[in-house]
């Protein structure tokens, strides 16, 4: 298999997948308070996703090579938690953060989208990482357009995270989408400018950096999903789902809540 360009029809669905995953973020923000648990998100999401919406949570039972399925059908990944991380019991409490990441199936097509959230007043810590992780995406949303290569998206977000004393999760990265979850191409969060994959009008992928705040390491626990960093530093992530056009790109996560792109960065 090959990166495959997208047909106008099949761009016309992956909007509304998009869309939808964005949505499914609006309807649970204001339920990401203290005292709640992840489990308690996860089964409102998925009624949401399912009655509301008419979509299908595409986590739920998704096994990849090598992995069990997956037992939920959103992530929510606390803390140092990088990525992956199973709903369940654990209650959120102030001071925590949090990344839920959503992603639907909606006529066959893949939306994913994954944002963080605070627990009541973030520490001074929690909130710069939060922040330069989300203008790292942005910054390698930026770089898309025909004409320009993976590694332009890469380095613009490896630059940008160093600079602040940050390290990026290399084992895990964006991802070409469509009628399947995960496609190709590979779309790393690190590497160098004018190398890489040529980008052309129609083209899908994710862009979705973790970024640590301590060392890259990370190891899986024992079940068999949830990363976590190996030093036990805080992580975050962001993640939209972007479509190559002529002039640029268009962010086909998008919905009424979603968070405006940095001040200054985005023409
Ligand atoms: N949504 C994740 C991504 O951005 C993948 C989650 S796989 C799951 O690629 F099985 F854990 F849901
Ligand atoms: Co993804
Ligand atoms: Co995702």
């Not at 990525?83 to 639907?104: A, M, Q």
Request: proline share 6%; charged share 20%; with cysteine.
């Amino acid at each position: 298999m090959s990166v495959t360009t997208k047909s106008e029809a099949e761009i016309g669905k992956m909007r509304v997948a998009g869309r939808l995953a964005a949505e499914v973020l609006d309807y649970i923000a204001p339920q990401v308070k203290p005292g709640i648990t992840t489990g308690k998100l996860n089964d409102l999401c998925h009624t949401y996703m399912l009655e509301v919406q008419g979509s299908i949570p595409a986590p739920l039972n998704y096994a990849p090579p090598g992995y069990k399925p997956f037992p939920k059908s959103i992530c929510t990944s606390v803390n140092h938690q990088v990525c992956h991380g199973i709903p369940g019991e654990r209650v959120l409490k102030h001071g925590d953060s949090l990344n839920i990441d959503i992603t639907v199936i909606k006529d066959g097509f893949h939306g994913d989208t994954s944002r963080m959230f605070h627990l009541g007043e973030p520490g001074i810590q929690a909130r710069r990482l939060v922040e330069v992780t989300y203008e790292c995406m942005w910054r390698g949303i930026a770089r898309v357009r025909s004409g320009a290569r993976l590694g332009d998206v890469g380095a613009a977000i490896q630059t940008h995270a160093e600079q602040h004393g940050y390290s990026i999760v290399r084992e895990f990265c964006g991802h070409g989408i469509g009628r399947k979850f995960h496609e190709e191409p590979q779309v790393l969060h690190y590497g160098k400018a004018g190398t890489g994959l040529l980008l052309e009008p129609g083209m899908i992928f994710t862009i979705e950096p973790m970024i640590n705040a301590g060392k890259s390491g990370i190891r899986e626990l024992a079940d068999g999903w949830t990363i976590v960093t190996k030093d036990h530093s805080l992580s975050a992530q962001w993640e939209h789902t972007v479509l190559v056009t002529d002039s640029g790109y268009e962010v086909l996560t998008v919905s009424a809540g979603a968070p405006p792109p940095p001040q200054g960065l985005v023409a």
